[in-house]
């Protein structure tokens, strides 16, 4: 079984940062491309960041100057730099990878998600 845990939310003031990280456990073969989506209250689902394999990123507009995804391929994990925090930037963030088990079976997984309140 496969599972992703995301940490390092929590409550900032405008203009401060966190970083948040996801793990990936289980029986993995191997890992694709990760994700990054948040969902604030009332709204949909939506993407923030991906990275690849290889190390190749994409960003959202915006936060395209703020925000940097990257990953550690060793420790199976993915991580979020968020740089000069907006109030709208207040959601629930997730992080999603498309996973190849042992038993050669590719699907994608979601975290549980972790808080990120930007408020002064």
């Known amino acids: 079984q496969v599972q992703l845990v995301e940490s390092g939310g929590g409550l900032v003031q405008p203009g401060e940062s966190l970083r948040l990280s996801c793990a990936a456990s289980g029986s993995i073969r191997m890992i694709g491309t990760m994700f990054w989506y948040r969902q604030a209250p009332g709204d949909q689902r939506e993407l923030v960041a991906k990275?690849?394999?290889?190390?190749?990123?994409d960003y959202v507009d915006f936060v395209k100057g703020r925000f940097t995804i990257s990953r550690d391929n060793a420790k199976k994990e993915v991580y979020l730099q968020m740089n000069s925090l907006k109030p709208e930037d207040t959601a629930v963030y997730y992080c999603?990878?498309?996973?190849?088990?042992?038993?050669?079976?590719?699907?994608?997984?979601w975290g549980q998600g972790t808080q990120v309140t930007v408020s002064s």
């Open positions: 990275i690849e394999s290889g190390g190749r990123t």
């Open positions: 999603s990878a498309r996973i190849r088990t042992a038993d050669l079976i590719t699907s994608d997984y």
